[in-house]
């Protein structure tokens, strides 16, 4: 009975599974929505597609969890995802560049009030018995 060989090698299937996760993981841009975590942050990407349908344009977000190394991400900044291997269970993005920073208001500082009237006297407040 002849021997069955498999058609390609491990190696073959290996480099096409690769290929095709590759492909699967491309390089996407999205917005910091959380930066709570030491070296991870929160990313929302949005992409658009035609619903022929419809025929309209739908909307879809996904939030992805990305490896900031630095803690240089802030919210709201515009970040460059790359893939990469599993960091965590949900981690498997990295944070390449950081493309736009969210400007971030700080309020100033609020100038402490009087206890002075008008008439310059001043009013204690009152204890209702």
Known sequence: MPECTPVL???TYSYFRKLRDQERMK???GMVVSNKMQ????VTVDRLFHQKLYNRYVKRTSKFMAHDENNECNIGDRVKLDPSRPLSKRKNWVVVDILKRARIYVPPPA???STHTKTGVEVSPSKNP
């Open 27 to 29: 390089p996407v841009v």
């Open 9 to 11: 090698s491990s190696d």
């Open 39 to 42: 070296k991870s942050v929160v």
């Open 111 to 113: 100038e402490p009030r």
